[in-house]
């Protein structure tokens, strides 16, 4: 059951430094459709628009980011709705209870002034009325379901380290178990130990809550890890989407096929090849598919026309002209 | 540099109030090399009359006319300015870089004596060696007392900007291609932090025109050769208030406010230019 | 204990040297002077007139000598003069000899102190405040007024907006009186009517340093909170739903809170200076009106003291304000 669908999703970002104009093409016609109890996974490089794709999809959309067009549609059980229909007041109600964010920079997201607790209660209390002690069992139960100890309540933010702040920030997305977890490189920071720990932490919240997680990041172990389904993001585009497994396996997309080659496998000691050149500025992106000029594959068509996400069976989604011929 | 300029009149308000009010100041105070009047000499003109065709803002008490002592007054107020200003640059830019750069015990130590000069109340000392030297305190001198006692604050200023920048990584890489470090700052970092002397260079001339006037109001710098503080104290003390020539004591004040409102105006204006953060908020503000 | 060293040490030594490094410009700069102290009061003493015989006219420059701390060598002097200073002597007055500085001090020191305190203190509060509240709610009309507002006071110096208060509410619509501290003639009882006419003489002073320090805290507290906005801790407060007005008191403004303290701190000098000038204006009966008094009799030693002490009194206030920083700041005060 589609939990979030998004339809020919635009988002750009416009904006005029004294008189010169400059437009980013950060998300360009995105459609996807996730499900209910599962982990989705949106990978691709720095600055291919994962970051403003969750934005929009939160509906965080201030200036210079502008919506140009498409839906966002959520169904929640009793509610449904476009997340761009909503006013200030009720998309502010939806967040925590239902939709909640693990930002990319999770270490500064807490008021350094204040302590834990107090910012549990910010939040809390901003969708939820609650007593002094229904608050404290509430977050003390949470805390030691997330096995973080509750003495964290009253520290102040510096004084824990980055990966207990990026756990205590996990805690706090989660703790009103709102059904759509969005999160945006939570593990980057971090060192390779303490990263483990935290895409555990999703994964057991995702299990034990029954929800959905929306996980952003480059890092392909991660999605490897944790993820059911995957969709790979360039340009601006979502270029290709399937089950883990058959992303793995069965890449379709020449820069996805780039993208799993350069993954180092155990044992296997040959020269790891990953796509020539760069990816374009979102700002001046190349006629037809973005992709054309790195693609060993391409022809005549592919420089003119930007080929559309379809579907080639087993679920499997790719945006090419070539791939879509094929299987 | 001037298309700088020239984006800064078109798109920010501030910037071209203050720029047109600092030209005419400018070109008020070059009108003062055609003065009809000398304005060191009194009772060259009738005595208190208000404001005709002949005397465009009156006269004073002393026989002066007042439209011609403003220029002479705007103009000594500026070089004023300048000497003061360049002084106080010189030893701020100067104190920056080396506590900025070289860091350690020298940076504290400094940093120590310079904080005390941010923190002694600077006007009762300035008040006690201008009673002092009362009377060799011309426009040079002057100029150099307050450029001596004007530093500090811009040299913290200057000294956290070169802080940041050492940390960047063109430093790195000009450090271990074996660039010295007297090249380094003088090739790399000057040109970085010469908007912000600029901007900081306002906010002292603001400073030091403000610390003149109130010495003067006190009787404290030679009170024969006319600034826009000495005006105001020979207008104060001649009771113009009381006797009702206003326009002696409305001129001075009045170019007084014109003055501080444009430089500072200016100074915010292109600090906020050059403050990038601050320059995303405007881009905010224009959204397509 | 680390605590102690690493925050509290360095700030100590900071006092210490500012008070020695203003004692001896205030020691050094008199010393340039072209006339003798000494000599002008013994022609002040002989324009009175009687016959004093040379011995004693020899005893009373010995004595004056003393007195004016201009006995002995140079170092010598300097000793005696911290000498003093620990003391609390600052010698006798030139114009109104032989009354000590320090009564005379003594005497204005209560009307300077109370009008700075109160006047600090209320611009500091409203400035920030009402700074935050604009810098949150910028693209109001009401914010861009406001800022229009504090932008036009800020830069001009507290000598004329004190001149265009007394012009306007004294002179052109007269409610309040010129000048002074209280109405002449009244005495000293503690009634009522003592009170409002002490705020009466006060207002004006009072609302002029106010104007000028709101509009300093205004802007630099505006200037600040729209750099916290932009900070991840803020946005993800408003991603979370918290109410604009607790992201306003609780993350923003206490937040800017910090560096508004520090910029108290190092500012004291100048609100300070300020003050003086301010008391000049409406000859109001404190240390401004004492200072300008002194310049204008060629009292050096009153003028020494009033410096002293005002170095003094306000590196004891940043001292003040720097050990209540951490009480604000817990990354201070929780290593």
């Given at each position: 059951m589609s939990i979030l669908r998004a339809e020919r999703l635009k988002a750009y970002y416009i904006s005029e430094i004294f008189g010169i104009k400059r437009t980013v093409r950060a998300v360009d016609e995105v459609s996807m459709d996730v499900d209910n109890n599962e982990i989705f996974g949106i990978a691709g490089e720095s600055g291919c628009g994962k970051s403003t794709l969750i934005k929009a999809l939160l509906g965080i959309v201030k200036p210079p980011l502008t919506i140009l067009g498409g839906e966002v549609n959520y169904d929640l059980g009793d509610k449904r709705f476009n997340i761009f229909s909503l006013s200030q007041k009720e998309s502010k109600n939806?967040?925590?209870?239902?939709?909640s964010y693990i930002p990319q920079s999770s270490m500064s997201v807490l008021n350094p002034v204040r302590r834990i607790r107090d910012s549990f209660k910010s939040f809390i209390n901003a969708h939820k009325k609650m007593g002094k002690s229904e608050f404290n069992s509430l977050v003390e139960e949470h805390l030691n379901l997330l096995g973080l100890p509750t003495e964290v309540l009253n520290a102040y933010p510096h004084q824990l380290s980055g990966g207990m702040r990026q756990r205590v920030t996990i805690a706090l997305a989660t703790i009103l178990r709102p059904k759509v977890i969005f999160a945006d490189e939570p593990s980057t920071a971090l060192d390779v130990v303490v990263q483990r720990g935290v895409i555990q932490l999703l994964k057991d919240i995702q299990q034990e809550q029954k929800n959905t997680i929306i996980l952003v990041t480059h890092d392909m172990a991660i999605h490897a890890n944790i993820c059911d389904r995957i969709a790979i993001m360039y340009a601006g585009k979502i270029i290709e989407e399937a089950k883990t497994q058959e992303i793995f396996k069965h890449p379709l997309h020449p820069y996805t096929k780039?993208?799993?080659?350069s993954l180092p496998r155990i044992g296997d000691k040959s020269y790891r090849v990953s796509a020539p050149g760069s990816p374009p500025p979102l700002s001046n992106l190349p006629s037809g598919c973005s992709f054309h000029p790195r693609c060993p594959y391409i022809t005549e068509r592919c420089k003119s026309d930007a080929p559309s996400l379809v579907e080639v069976g087993n679920n499997h989604k790719v945006a090419c002209f070539l791939a879509s011929k094929e299987g | 540099m001037f298309s700088t300029i020239r984006d800064l009149i078109k798109y920010d308000r501030r910037f071209t109030f203050g720029f047109s009010v600092i030209l005419i100041m400018i070109f008020l105070a070059i009108l003062s090399f055609f003065s009809?009047?000398?304005?060191?000499?009194?009772?060259?003109?009738?005595r208190d009359t208000p404001p005709s065709i002949k005397h465009l803002l009156g006269t004073t008490s002393m026989g002066q006319d007042v439209f011609w002592l403003a220029t002479f007054a705007i103009?000594?107020?500026f070089e004023l300015s300048i000497i003061a200003v360049l002084i106080s640059r010189v030893i701020a830019i100067f104190l920056g870089l080396i506590t900025?750069?070289?860091?350690?015990?020298?940076?504290?130590?400094l940093m120590t004596i310079n904080d005390s000069f941010v923190i002694l109340p600077l006007l009762p000392i300035l008040i006690l060696i201008a009673s002092v030297i009362k009377g060799a305190l011309n426009i040079t001198n002057l100029g150099i007392l307050l450029g001596i006692f004007g530093w500090a604050w811009d040299a913290r200023v200057i000294r956290s900007q070169i802080l940041s920048l050492r940390e960047r990584e063109f430093t790195y890489t000009a450090k271990l291609s074996g660039m010295k470090t007297l090249s380094i700052i003088v090739k790399e970092y000057l040109p970085f932090i010469t908007p912000l002397i600029m901007a900081t260079a306002m906010n002292n001339m603001l400073w030091v025109i403000g610390m003149e006037v109130t010495l003067a109001i006190l009787g404290l710098s030679s009170l024969e050769i006319p600034t826009l503080g000495t005006m105001i104290h020979w207008a104060v003390n001649s009771q113009s208030l009381l006797l009702g020539i206003w326009w002696w004591i409305l001129t001075p004040v009045f170019i007084c406010i014109l003055l501080f409102i444009s430089l500072y105006m200016l100074s915010v204006s292109i600090s906020e230019f050059l403050d990038p953060r601050t320059r995303l908020q405007r881009i905010e503000v224009m959204k397509g | 204990m680390l605590f102690f060293k690493s925050y509290l040490l360095p700030r100590i030594i900071q006092y210490l040297v500012v008070i020695f490094i203003g004692t001896t410009v205030v020691f050094v700069v008199p010393r340039f002077m072209p006339t003798d102290p000494v000599q002008k009061t013994l022609e002040l003493v002989a324009l009175q007139g009687?016959?004093?015989?040379?011995?004693?006219?020899?005893?009373?420059?010995?004595?004056?000598?003393?007195?004016?701390?201009l006995k002995g060598t140079l170092f010598e002097q300097y000793l005696a003069f911290w000498k003093r200073l620990f003391r609390g002597d600052f010698g006798p007055s030139f114009a109104q000899f032989p009354t000590p500085v320090m009564d005379l001090i003594k005497i204005s020191l209560p009307w300077t102190t109370v009008l700075l305190l109160l006047t600090t203190l209320l611009s500091w509060i409203i400035g920030n405040i009402l700074g935050g509240l604009a810098g949150y709610f910028s693209h109001q009309r009401w914010a861009r007024i406001l800022e229009g507002i504090a932008m036009v006071i800020r830069p001009v110096p507290y000598y004329i907006v004190a001149l265009g208060l007394l012009i306007i509410f004294a002179f052109a619509f007269p409610i309040f009186p010129v000048g002074g501290g209280l109405s002449v003639g009244r005495?000293?009882?503690?009634?009522?009517?003592?009170?409002i006419d002490i705020a009466k003489h006060a207002f004006l002073p009072a609302l002029s340093l106010v104007l000028v320090g709101s509009s300093v805290w205004f802007m630099t507290m505006r200037l600040l909170i729209s750099n916290i906005l932009r900070e991840d801790y803020v946005l993800y407060a408003q991603v979370g739903g918290i109410s604009d007005r607790e992201i306003v008191f609780q993350y923003a403004i206490r937040n800017a809170l910090l560096p508004q303290i520090t910029g108290l701190a190092l500012s004291l000098g100048q609100i300070f200076s300020g003050a003086l000038i301010t008391e000049q204006v409406f000859a109001y009966p404190g240390l401004g009106t004492l200072l300008y008094n002194s310049v204008s009799r060629g009292d050096y030693n009153l003028l020494m003291g009033i410096t002293l002490l005002s170095i003094i009194g306000i590196a004891t206030g940043v001292l003040i304000i720097d050990l209540i920083y951490p009480l604000f700041d817990p990354r201070i005060r929780y290593r």
């Open positions: 939806i967040r925590w209870e239902y939709i780039y993208l799993i080659g | 009809p009047y000398d304005p060191k000499v009194w009772n060259v003109v009738p103009r000594n107020s900025g750069y070289k860091g350690g015990s020298l940076d504290r130590t | 009687t016959y004093i015989d040379p011995e004693a006219v020899e005893k009373l420059k010995e004595t004056l000598k003393e007195l004016y701390g005495e000293m009882h503690l009634t009522f009517d003592l009170f």
